[in-house]
């Protein structure tokens, strides 16, 4: 038998807003990851971690994004995406995956997430926003020389990574 043995996926963030999605790979000391973000999907694969092993995952999205208009950071402590959803102003995805099986590695951002009916202001001042993509980011920490944003000082809080899942009320 020749099958190739499956990688371990690295952990693996969310957080959505009415336009676009924030999804971080928590893979550390991944300094040149594969990375392929395409309208249905986003692949990732690279070393790095404690143990400096391989892991790879294919995120296929529970909606369509706009490849061209998103972008990604390299960070020491993971690899950040700020995905534009095709529908930008359509309701937000029940998930990010299509699939609705649990994922051991997949959690979401609650640093980052917002609900559905949650105001935008706290994005720009008065009337959030409005969809305007670079003083989101410029908001994130700004834009490096490449037009990545530069989302280095966002906060994490890493004690979450204990918590148990939560599970649902009958």
Known sequence: MT???QLTPPPVYWAQRKNLVY??????DCSKPTIKVEKNKLYFKGNGGTEKQDHEVTLEFFGEIKPEESKYQIQARGTE???IKADEKGPFWKRLLKDDRKH???KVDFN???DED???DELGGPGGNDGDFESMIRQMGGLNEGGVPDLD???ENESDDDLPDLENVS
């Open 3 to 5: 099958g190739e043995k």
């Open 23 to 28: 999804v971080k790979v928590g893979l550390e």
């Open 81 to 83: 995406f700020v995905l």
């Open 104 to 106: 051991h590695w997949l």
């Open 112 to 114: 980052k997430w917002k």
């Open 118 to 120: 949650d105001s935008d």
């Open 153 to 155: 000082d966002t906060e």
